[in-house]
């Protein structure tokens, strides 16, 4: 059974950058079939798509967000990241990481998601 | 402003059936690309629910069932039960976007 969990700080402040990790068990972040990809939900709000990596390294970001926003992979941890910069309290979210399949974009397998605030 | 409309809110009795719908544009489901629907109960991550516009994964019940016509798709859940309650999500791919798109999503409650 494939498993992913997200990591990282629960409290970032306001102007810094958000880092969070997705570490993937029972499947290879290395795997030809699959995106890696990110999701995030405001408290109470409906889910947006935020950005996705290929093996290859070839992203794509939501365009809202793509001038703030980097998702990297470490092929030796077995880990994605993403990295927000330049937060503000509308970033303040719970942040899932999610196994995308390649040929349909469906999101097959979810990370049970952390809640990231943005706040002095 | 989602780029998939669904309703806010829908709700039925116990036994009954209801739908959700999912409407698009041209570069997401009108383009052909297939339609995913997650459920998501208070406090846990979304659950893939139907795949490929109308298929369901291992484990999930048959009263579940998805379609697609055009730019819209809908999900139906037949023989409704308390546990159903929760937020639907329908996905799909936007070539104009170069990502997936969600729903606003739809919360059910069982009267």
């Known amino acids: 059974q494939v498993q992913l969990q997200e990591s990282g700080p629960g409290l970032v402040k306001p102007s810094q950058t958000l880092s969070l990790t997705c570490t993937v068990s029972?499947?290879?972040?290395?795997?030809?079939?699959?995106?890696w990809t990110w999701i995030r939900q405001p408290v109470g709000k409906g889910l947006e798509w935020v950005g996705r990596?290929?093996?290859?390294?070839?992203?794509n970001y939501t365009p809202s967000l793509r001038s703030r926003v980097t998702v990297s992979v470490d092929w030796s941890k077995n880990q994605f990241s993403l990295e927000l910069r330049s937060v503000t309290a509308a970033d303040t979210a719970i942040y899932f990481c999610?196994?995308?399949?390649?040929?349909?974009?469906?999101?097959?397998?979810w990370g049970p998601g952390i809640l990231v605030t943005v706040s002095s | 402003q989602s780029v998939l409309t669904q309703p806010p809110s829908v709700s039925g009795a116990p036994g009954q059936r209801v739908t959700i719908s999912c409407t698009g544009g041209s570069s997401n489901i009108g383009a052909g690309y297939d339609v995913h629907w997650y459920q998501q109960l208070p406090r846990t991550a979304p659950k893939l629910l139907i795949f490929?516009?109308?298929n369901r994964p291992s484990g999930v019940p048959d009263r579940f069932s998805g379609s697609k016509s055009g730019t819209s798709a809908s999900l139906a859940i037949t023989g409704l039960q308390d546990e159903d309650e929760a937020d639907y999500y329908c996905q799909s791919y936007d070539s104009s976007l170069s990502g997936s798109v969600f729903g606003g999503g739809t919360k059910l409650t069982v009267l």
């Open positions: 990596i290929f093996t290859t390294g070839t992203t």
């Open positions: 490929g516009n109308n």
């Open positions: 999610a196994r995308e399949l390649i040929i349909t974009s469906r999101l097959d397998y």
């Open positions: 029972h499947d290879s972040v290395d795997s030809r079939d699959y995106y």
